[in-house]
């Protein structure tokens, strides 16, 4: 397994995730800066898990974004970028945190409308990796972050589907977000909304 080497400082993360802000204002930013302090706190409380690590990975999930509106592209969008930086293990995330195993194959999640070749290049690039630890804490971030702040994993997963709409995909994918909270809840001996600040307040 990778030991996630390949990635930036946190400096380097802010500067690149600052002028994305600029390329691409929109409420992202602050949604990737919640999925980063998530990480953060749940990798603090897992022993072998580095939380400045997971910081850092959280921040750039979705730096595709910053060449504009192009929906799921952004995570192969995301990907070239940060691999053209040398940032290997930082890149992976941007694919991997929109797909899931479903039936023994990975498969990716979302409207790829014309963008067939990333599509291609995402599935193609899945069928060569693991899953690791920070890959699923990503998507389970990702899965609870609001731009406002942390809240309850059904809100935001009601909030995806009301804006993007639901395919056959949806069901299977909820079940394996719980099923990577379990997990890190199991690891944790506690559950992540015991560490989370805000959550009842931005769910209800
Ligand atoms: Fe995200």
């Given at each position: 397994m990778s030991n996630f080497d390949k990635i930036p400082s946190l400096e380097e993360a802010k500067i690149m995730l600052n002028e994305a802000q600029k390329l691409s204002p929109t409420p992202w930013v602050e949604h990737s800066l919640n999925v980063a302090e998530a990480a953060k706190l749940i990798a603090e409380q897992i022993?072998?898990?580095?939380s400045k690590k997971s910081y850092i990975l959280g921040l750039l999930h979705?730096?595709?974004?910053r060449a504009g509106r192009f929906g799921m592209r952004h995570a192969v969008d995301g990907y070239n970028y940060l691999v053209s930086k040398g940032y290997e293990d930082a890149a992976r995330i941007c694919i991997t945190h929109v797909s899931f195993e479903y039936n023994n194959k990975k498969v990716v999640v979302g409207k790829w409308d014309d963008f067939k070749e990333a599509k291609a290049y995402a599935l193609n690039y899945l069928t060569k990796i693991e899953y690791t630890d920070y890959d699923n804490l990503i998507k389970l971030c990702d899965s609870l972050s609001l731009p406002e702040g942390f809240c309850l994993i059904e809100k935001r997963l009601i909030d995806m589907a009301l804006r993007g709409g639901v395919d056959d995909y949806s069901i299977p994918r909820w079940k394996s977000t719980f099923e990577i909270k379990r997990y890190f809840e199991s690891k944790m001996g506690k559950s992540i909304y015991d560490i989370l600040p805000g959550v009842v307040e931005n769910t209800f």
């Amino acid at each position: 397994m990778s030991n996630f080497d390949k990635i930036p400082s946190l400096e380097e993360a802010k500067i690149m995730l600052n002028e994305a802000q600029k390329l691409s204002p929109t409420p992202w930013v602050e949604h990737s800066l919640n999925v980063a302090e998530a990480a953060k706190l749940i990798a603090e409380q897992i022993p072998g898990m580095d939380s400045k690590k997971s910081y850092i990975l959280g921040l750039l999930h979705d730096i595709g974004r910053r060449a504009g509106r192009f929906g799921m592209r952004h995570a192969v969008d995301g990907y070239n970028y940060l691999v053209s930086k040398g940032y290997e293990d930082a890149a992976r995330i941007c694919i991997t945190h929109v797909s899931f195993e479903y039936n023994n194959k990975k498969v990716v999640v979302g409207k790829w409308d014309d963008f067939k070749e990333a599509k291609a290049y995402a599935l193609n690039y899945l069928t060569k990796i693991e899953y690791t630890d920070y890959d699923n804490l990503i998507k389970l971030c990702d899965s609870l972050s609001l731009p406002e702040g942390f809240c309850l994993i059904e809100k935001r997963l009601i909030d995806m589907a009301l804006r993007g709409g639901v395919d056959d995909y949806s069901i299977p994918r909820w079940k394996s977000t719980f099923e990577i909270k379990r997990y890190f809840e199991s690891k944790m001996g506690k559950s992540i909304y015991d560490i989370l600040p805000g959550v009842v307040e931005n769910t209800f």
